[in-house]
């Protein structure tokens, strides 16, 4: 396998680690932060930590880099003379950074992806959205792998990854808000807190299933479980008198207009 190197271990960095070691403990990684405290305890004897990119970017193949957004290119433009293209391979974990403005930051020929992984991959979960520039090295097959160690991956037009962002990546946010509500719902209703959280984990997890497994369309679930005149059914129009899909929607290209 190449040798893979994480430029930045934040939440997303971190994540993106503890994936890649879960799935496969054999890859050779170089990981980095500014403090790196929090990541020794991800030290072993194929992971190393370590504070200084210039070390990584010389002993990686696969860079990938999980920036700031608005440091990525100052990042890049700075390491940009240690970057070889008969070696490196990029793959930018930025939103809202375009794959000419990275490949104009570095100014080689050198192979560029832009991946939106999810913070679900520290439990092989996530769902990345993956858009490429040609790669000279050929190693769509390398970095796809590497991601699929951290869950789903679906290859996208460059034009669709801030859509991709909002749902892929701020949506875990917007799904444990509503997770957060059904709990607080199930407490008011008698649950302990505890009780509340286990129930709405798996009801989540088992409608998702539904969806992922039967390949079928959420209204057609919901109505396996709205029956005349009953419980579920009053309560979903409730919901939606109080503006429950309007104000989902509304939020989600709120974050896109935010980004786009």
Known sequence: MVKIGIIGCGNLGMSILNGIQQKNPQAQIYASKR????????????????SDNELLIQNSEILIIALKP??????????????????????SCATGIALKEISSAISKEVGIYRAMPNTAASVNESVTALSANDDPLDRTSDVVEILESLGTVLKIDE???????????????????????????????????????????QT?????????????????????????????????????????????????????????
């Open 35 to 50: 403090n790196t405290a929090k990541l020794e305890a991800y030290a072993s004897d194929t992971t190393v930590i370590t």
């Open 70 to 91: 608005y440091t990525l290119i100052p990042f890049l433009q700075e390491h940009a003379h240690l970057i070889d293209e008969k070696k490196h391979t990029i793959v």
């Open 159 to 201: 034009s669709l990854m801030e859509s991709a962002t909002i749902l892929g990546a701020c949506g875990v946010a917007y799904v444990l808000r509503f997770m957060r509500a059904m709990i607080q719902g199930g407490i008011e209703v008698g649950f302990d807190a505890q009780t509340a959280t286990s129930i709405v984990s």
């Open 204 to 260: 989540m997890k088992g409608a998702a299933e539904l969806i992922i497994q039967n390949g079928t369309h959420p209204e057609e679930e919901i109505d396996k479980v709205t029956t005349p005149k009953g419980c579920t059914i009053v309560g979903l129009n409730e919901m939606e008198h109080a503006g429950f899909s309007s104000a989902l929607i509304k939020g989600i290209v709120t974050s896109y207009s935010k980004i786009s």
